[in-house]
């Protein structure tokens, strides 16, 4: 992995460590309700951004491109929903870690099987380690069956996303940029009936009014950290960046155990030492 692709994951991590976050304290709100919120948000938020870079690169958005990012944004609404829904009923540091560790790897077998990717010896070695390190994360908490099964739901998303979006950009040459503002727009489409056309209408001001602060860091914070992946895909293969950004694994246990006081944090960062034991393999592939 190139040291600007790597610089790009490892912020990327930072960036959805903290968006999880605030996500899980949001968790008891409505989870459609919080989720168009946050997709309406970043949608109004990053439409100069978007509107500048079509005027500036002087691209135009084809049916080619809405067609395979609508089918982006119909996974991620997927993973979306699972994910709020997940955080409703289980743990931060079981949810995060089983999600973020079945989606790479199982991204990262379909790569191999299906695109042609080899990765070498010392990748899949860090492949290896990077699951093996997020599977002892979500040993903490045994009990928590709904977390754990939410977290291997989420995680097919996001091998789904995973692989898909890095051909958008690639094979497609969609520009990162459009592929995450239409994705937003998309989600805030999509969810719009369901909360605008019945009794969720009257959770909106309250939603807002309690959540607003979560709403729109989660909504900077999701746009921003998956712009970097992207623009990472176009730098290294998926089996290398989708293993890799899992180091976000290890700063959410930090912020879940010192913010949320869900415990057991020595072994759960014994365990993190696993991941970046992976991480660092990974990058030297």
């Given at each position: 992995m190139s040291p600007w692709a790597l610089v790009l994951v490892l912020v990327a991590a930072v960036a959805h460590a903290c968006w999880n976050l605030l996500a899980k304290k949001a968790s008891q709100a409505d989870g459609l309700v919080f989720l168009w919120l946050v997709a309406a948000t970043s949608t109004v938020l990053w439409s100069p951004l978007f509107v500048g870079f079509l005027l500036v690169t002087g691209a135009r958005v084809t049916w080619t491109e809405l067609a395979v990012t609508g089918c982006s944004a119909a996974i991620h609404l997927g993973y979306f929903v699972l994910l709020q829904r997940g955080y409703g009923a289980g743990d931060l540091s079981v949810v995060y870690p089983v999600a973020r560790g079945t989606g790479p790897m199982l991204a990262s077998l379909v790569a191999v099987l299906f695109l042609g990717e080899r990765p070498g010896p010392i990748g899949v070695a860090g492949v290896v380690l990077v699951g093996v390190g997020v599977f002892l994360m979500s040993g903490g908490r045994g009990g928590d069956?709904?977390?754990?099964?939410?977290?291997?739901?989420?995680?097919?998303?996001?091998?789904?996303?995973?692989?898909?979006?890095?051909?958008?950009?690639?094979?497609?040459?969609?520009?990162?940029?459009?592929?995450?503002?239409?994705?937003?727009?998309?989600?805030?489409?999509?969810?719009?009936?369901?909360?605008?056309?019945?009794?969720?209408?009257?959770?909106?001001?309250?939603?807002?009014?309690?959540?607003?602060?979560?709403?729109?860091?989660?909504?900077?914070?999701?746009?921003?950290?998956?712009?970097?992946?992207?623009?990472?895909?176009?730098?290294?293969?998926?089996?290398?960046?989708?293993?890799?950004?899992?180091?976000?694994?290890?700063?959410?246990?930090?912020?879940?155990?010192?913010?949320?006081?869900?415990?057991?944090?020595?072994?759960?960062?014994?365990?993190?030492?696993?991941?970046?034991?992976?991480?660092?393999?990974?990058?030297?592939?």
């Open positions: 069956l709904k977390g754990l099964a939410f977290g291997l739901a989420v995680g097919l998303f996001i091998a789904a996303y995973t692989v898909w979006d890095s051909r958008v950009v690639s094979a497609f040459a969609v520009p990162p940029v459009v592929l995450n503002y239409l994705g937003e727009t998309g989600r805030a489409l999509a969810l719009a009936p369901a909360v605008l056309g019945g009794r969720r209408r009257e959770l909106l001001a309250p939603t807002w009014r309690e959540h607003r602060f979560r709403i729109i860091g989660a909504a900077v914070l999701i746009f921003v950290s998956y712009l970097l992946v992207l623009f990472a895909f176009t730098m290294a293969p998926v089996t290398v960046v989708a293993p890799a950004r899992e180091v976000s694994v290890l700063i959410a246990v930090v912020l879940g155990g010192r913010l949320l006081a869900e415990g057991d944090l020595r072994r759960r960062l014994l365990a993190g030492a696993v991941i970046l034991g992976g991480v660092v393999a990974i990058a030297l592939s």
